[in-house]
T-cell receptor
Framework: AQTVTQSQPEMSVQEAETVTLSCTYD???????LFWYKQPPSRQMILVIR??????QNATENRFSVNFQKAAKSFSLKISDSQLGDAAMYFC????????????FGQGTILTVHP | DGGITQSPKYLFRKEGQNVTLSCEQN?????MYWYRQDPGQGLRLIYY???????QKGDIAEGYSVSREKKESFPLTVTSAQKNPTAFYLC??????????????FGPGTRLTVL
């Protein structure tokens, strides 16, 4: 079974600084997708960024980028120029192979942004 | 506006009672999902449905039941057999294509508390 692990329950960053959230996963599939979701205090889940496993290039969305290390099964999220609105719970998630359509989530990392 | 609605936002249940959580979408999506979120844990899949009149168990289906009589609706019943139902419940929907990525869109959630 696929598993997703986020080893950082909480992280903090100063406004305008950069922070990296870690995620590792385990799968025997070769075809899969990885995601970072943001859940602000409103609890609405928002897709931040996704990465296709077959793409070597790391995905980037404005201030958000990933470091995808396929061999190491690592998928970290870097937030540059952190803003107060980035404060939220962040979830790493996986889908792929025979489990396409089902998302497997990590435990989440609470990010605090200090002004 | 297209989207996913969940009702009610807050729900209180006495022990031994069944309760039904509503999820409606007007995105014309084929697939719908129910997740449970507990503190310190990521979202876990309860049930999912890829087509009307068909649904499959997720990772934690015990004590829950669903129906999919209409494409737009996927209600979740939390039965008295669910031993620890207090949690935040999220509904999601997506298009469905076999062995392909289908972005899931989430509703605002229902907070269920057992008194």
């Amino acid at each position: 079974a696929q598993t997703v692990t986020q080893s950082q329950p909480e992280m903090s960053v100063q406004e305008a600084e950069t922070v990296t959230l870690s995620c590792t996963y385990d799968t025997s599939e070769s075809d899969y997708y990885l995601f970072w979701y943001k859940q602000p205090p409103s609890r609405q889940m928002i897709l931040v960024i996704r990465q296709e496993a077959y793409k070597q290039q790391n995905a980037t969305e404005n201030r958000f980028s990933v470091n995808f290390q396929k061999a190491a099964k690592s998928f970290s999220l870097k937030i540059s120029d952190s803003q107060l609105g980035d404060a939220a719970m962040y979830f790493c998630a996986y889908t792929g192979g025979t489990s396409y359509g089902k998302l497997t989530f990590g435990q989440g990392t609470i990010l605090t942004v200090h002004p | 506006d297209g989207g996913i609605t969940q009702s009610p936002k807050y729900l209180f249940r006495k022990e031994g009672q069944n309760v039904t959580l509503s999820c409606e979408q007007n995105l014309n999506h084929d697939a719908m999902y129910w997740y449970r979120q507990d503190p310190g844990q990521g979202l876990r899949l309860i049930y999912y449905s890829q087509i009307v009149n068909d649904f499959q168990k997720g990772d934690i289906a015990e004590g829950y039941s669903v129906s999919r009589e209409k494409k737009e609706s996927f209600p979740l019943t939390v039965t008295s057999a669910q031993k620890n139902p207090t949690a935040f419940y999220l509904c999601a929907s997506s298009k469905f294509r076999e062995r392909a990525y289908n972005e899931q869109f989430f509703g605002p959630g229902t907070r269920l508390t057992v008194l």
